[in-house]
């Protein structure tokens, strides 16, 4: 028997680890059995404790996840944010410690509600219901923030097909269910929970034998993507804007072949009107080969309006490119702090860091046309907002080819940031069916096919092009037609359930 005193330790202890571990079932590790441990520990940390306890182990696992999980953002504070390394990590911690409050919030409810209902019922039903809500808050307040869902942990793995049914949230639910009933069988003997594993194992073998949408080999798609390399230090360097276009410019003259050539955000180290000229001739160009280019741009409306955007020229359904008409998609979800500053008349005076160059940018609409490439539709992502869900799922139509998002990671060096990035982008063409292109600055740039599985990639901080083929496919998975619906109508059957089950229980004390 372990002493009463050291129990009082260790959960704390195994609560700061199981959260530590679970950065290990994402990208670049993809040891996604560890989110099922890290979530089944934390579950028996939390078994037979008070609210106010339940709430410092939320807490303290929440600080070993977000802590090792997003300690790349500190990448770009450290060398691009001019502030002191104390500060620095001062605004890391201040961001890990916020993140941290939804995992306590977990702990705290769910040892405050239920308590007296039995446990496999709290467990399979009321401990993943709180676990959604919380990430869905954590996804829409102050802007967001859906990073380390633990569904991205299954885009390699077994729990994957259940991505076009149900989206990462629907993972993300399985995960917490088959965690739930080990810590019920581990805690207390019911072995009876066996079958709600054993029921997510079957409903993965089916959505695994099924095909969602077909893919059309005949109308594959020749793609190029241009991995600049540029220094992010140097970029946007007055000296630096016509070597860095003429880097894109002969690496594209190599590769006009290709249906579709693709520069990453921002390749362009301007305001599209300063190089409109530049960008007339590249589209003569690319009509000339009967090509397609699709490149990031930053742009300039009226007083003070910036938007960041992507422009495709070309092939693109318009006779030829002038400023005035030209097709763009303009960024919806902006980067806080890097795109734009809350409280900028506050937090601008203080630091650097929060007076970045063009970080005060304008929002582009949240639903946006297609564009068109040659003979395809595409819908667009720009760097961080492909980790939204929900809006690039209403962006795609049923006439959407293809996927894209373009990025710049070069922001966070060798870090495992740009790996979690991809492995968000191959959850979004899983969930909805389609193909995937990423094309970033410094890598990782990739091919994506319908199926989340990376089919073509270049290494990271080479000067480099991917040249390789995409296959369209048509018809729509379950999630790309109703998105989360099912998740939140079963959610409040599930509340449901618990309220008339606790009405049938002796009146007691629902918490400690």
């Given at each position: 028997m372990v002493p009463v005193s050291l129990i009082k330790y260790l959960r704390p202890l195994g609560a700061v680890f199981s959260g530590a571990i679970a950065?290990?079932?994402?990208?670049?590790?993809?040891w996604w059995p560890l989110a099922i441990v890290s979530t089944t520990v934390l579950l028996l940390c939390l078994h037979k404790q008070s609210a106010k306890q339940g709430a410092l182990i939320g807490l303290l696992w929440g600080l070993g996840q977000f802590g090792t999980g997003i300690s790349w953002v500190h990448v770009s504070i450290a060398n691009f944010g001019g502030v002191p390394l104390l500060v620095g990590w001062f605004m890391?911690?201040?961001?890990?410690?916020?993140?941290?409050?939804y995992p306590a919030a977990f702990g705290y409810l769910y040892n405050r509600f239920f308590r007296q209902l039995s446990s496999p019922l709290r467990l399979v039903l009321f401990a993943p219901i709180l676990w959604l809500l919380l990430d869905w808050l954590r996804g829409w307040f102050l802007t967001g923030f859906p990073w380390l869902w633990l569904g991205y942990s299954q885009t390699e793995g077994p729990m994957a097909?259940?991505?076009?049914?149900?989206?990462?949230?629907?993972?993300?639910?399985?995960i917490v269910v088959i965690s739930a009933a080990l810590a019920g069988i581990i805690a207390e003997k019911r072995y009876r929970l066996i079958s709600a594993p054993l029921l997510i194992a079957t409903m993965t073998f089916v959505s695994h034998q099924t095909q969602w949408v077909t893919p059309e080999p005949e109308r594959k798609v020749d793609i190029a993507i241009i991995q600049g390399n540029i220094a992010q230090e140097l970029k946007w360097l007055p000296s630096q804007r016509w070597p860095t276009l003429m880097t894109y410019a002969d690496l594209t003259r190599k590769n006009w072949q290709a249906d579709i050539v693709i520069w990453p955000e921002a390749a362009i180290p301007a305001l599209e009107e300063e190089v409109a000229m530049f960008i007339g001739r590249m589209d003569s160009a690319a009509k000339l080969n009967e090509a397609t280019l699709i490149t990031g741009v930053l742009d300039h409306v009226g007083e003070q309006v910036y938007f960041n955007n992507i422009l495709t020229i070309g092939e693109n359904g318009q006779d030829e490119y002038t400023y005035e008409t030209a097709q763009r998609y303009s960024k919806h979800h902006l980067l806080p702090f890097g795109e734009f500053v809350p409280f900028e008349s506050i937090l601008r005076p203080l630091a650097p860091i929060f007076n970045l160059p063009m970080s005060s940018f304008s929002r582009g609409d949240y639903i946006q046309p297609n564009l068109i490439a040659g003979e395809n539709q595409i819908a667009p992502a720009l760097c961080y907002e492909v980790a939204y869900n929900e809006q690039v799922r209403r962006n795609v139509t049923a006439d959407t080819d293809i996927l894209l998002t373009l990025s710049n990671d070069a922001w966070f060096g060798a870090s495992i940031g740009p790996h979690q990035h991809l492995e968000i982008a191959q959850m979004r063409a899983l969930e909805l069916g389609r193909p995937m292109i990423r094309s970033t600055n410094t890598g990782i740039s990739a091919l994506i096919n319908h199926k989340g599985q990376i089919i073509a990639t270049i290494p990271q901080f080479e000067q480099t092009v991917l040249r390789d083929y995409l296959v369209p496919t048509v018809g729509q998975t379950p999630y790309h037609r109703y998105g989360s619906m099912p998740l939140w109508i079963a959610s409040l059957l599930g509340l449901g359930l618990l309220l008339v089950a606790q009405r049938k229980q002796k009146p007691a004390t629902c918490c400690q």
């Open positions: 950065t290990f079932s994402f990208a670049p590790y993809h890391m911690a201040l961001l890990i410690g916020y993140l941290a409050l097909p259940i991505a076009p049914i149900l989206g990462v949230e629907g993972i993300t639910v399985a």
